[in-house]
């Protein structure tokens, strides 16, 4: 085992130096499969979750308290999504160059080592939900749905990078609803601004292994679109930021929430003049710029109710 886990480390896209490499070798693959050691994913998960919580606006303790709890439960929910997602497509890892040396693909760790470890992650995520109010626990349990359902996607549809919308960004929904206690039209829009966001960038993401996807016979809207997906991102951006002018009247922020969209509209604007689908590492360092683009529009909430 410890020799296949090597191998493995040498051909993978995952980074096994720095601070997990320093932590006991009987964790890395466990770790590595549920991508510790690459926090965005983390990141853009969490993000439409802390959209929602600022623009219900509740008391300060309960905002920091909500945003805590997200940050775990984002952490929590994304390791699991991994572990599915590498248990689904642990065939076709394998014949990605970029996928293959993650542990299912490479054989460091077996299925039921994952399912195992995927309990284990659920579970504490249950601890997570049960923290918040009755409307977010259901929400919760069904996005369970869209988690387990994303891997499949790519093969029956070529919108995958949607499915992930629908999943990455639930977390606006459920932070809204956990800070307010409710549903409403700022709640429905601002859900509907998170999925293009996820739709544009991942579909970014996609572009790294649009050639592999085409031998395997996975789809994505990277390979629908192709040369045609500069467009196809400016009209997701473009309609994100709508939706989020539209969330923020809806909710009642104030006038300075406006100008200061301005910010996160450039960042992704700067996305759409940069993207050279032909270039994978550029198009990691653009979906990875989403972190700032997704800060952003939280300090635009943030301010406008200033």
């Not at 109010?133 to 929400?139: E, G, P, T």
């Not at 996607?153 to 919308?165: D, F, I, S, Y």
């Not at 996975?218 to 709508?242: D, I, Q, W």
Request: hydrophobic share 55%.
């Amino acid at each position: 085992m410890p020799e296949r886990t090597n191998v493995s480390l040498m051909h993978t896209d995952i980074v096994s130096t720095g601070w997990v490499a320093r932590l006991p070798r009987a964790w890395l693959p466990y770790l590595l499969l549920a991508r510790v050691d690459r926090p965005i994913g983390t990141w853009l998960l969490f993000l439409p979750g802390l959209w929602g919580i600022l623009l219900a606006r509740a008391p300060m303790h309960e905002t920091l308290r909500l945003l805590t709890l997200f940050g775990i439960g984002s952490l929590l929910m994304r390791s699991a999504g991994c572990v599915i997602n590498d248990l689904w497509d642990r065939d076709i890892d394998r014949k990605v160059a970029r996928t293959i040396g993650r542990p299912l693909a490479s054989g460091a760790l077996q299925p039921l080592q994952a399912l195992t470890f995927l309990g284990t992650l659920l579970l504490l995520a249950l601890m997570i939900l049960l923290q918040l109010n009755l409307k977010s626990q259901v929400l919760g349990v069904l996005s369970l749905v869209l988690v387990g359902l994303y891997p499949l996607a790519k093969r029956v549809t070529w919108w995958p990078q949607l499915v992930m919308g629908f999943t990455f960004g639930f977390g606006a929904p459920m932070g809204y609803t956990a800070a307010a206690d409710r549903i409403s039209w700022a709640w429905a829009a601002l859900y509907a601004a998170a999925i293009l966001w996820d739709l544009g960038f991942d579909t970014i993401y996609a572009h790294q292994d649009r050639e592999d996807d085409a031998i395997v016979g996975v789809r994505s809207t990277a390979r629908l679109f192709g040369e045609k997906t500069r467009p196809f991102l400016a009209a997701c951006y473009a309609g994100t930021m709508m939706l989020l002018v539209l969330a923020g009247w809806l909710a009642g922020l104030g006038v300075w929430f406006y100008p200061m969209l301005v910010l996160p509209a450039v960042l992704l604007g700067r996305q759409v003049v940069a993207l050279d689908i032909n270039d994978p590492a550029g198009c990691l360092r653009l979906f990875r710029s989403n972190r700032e683009a997704g800060l952003a529009i939280g300090l635009a909430v943030l301010t406008g109710w200033l």
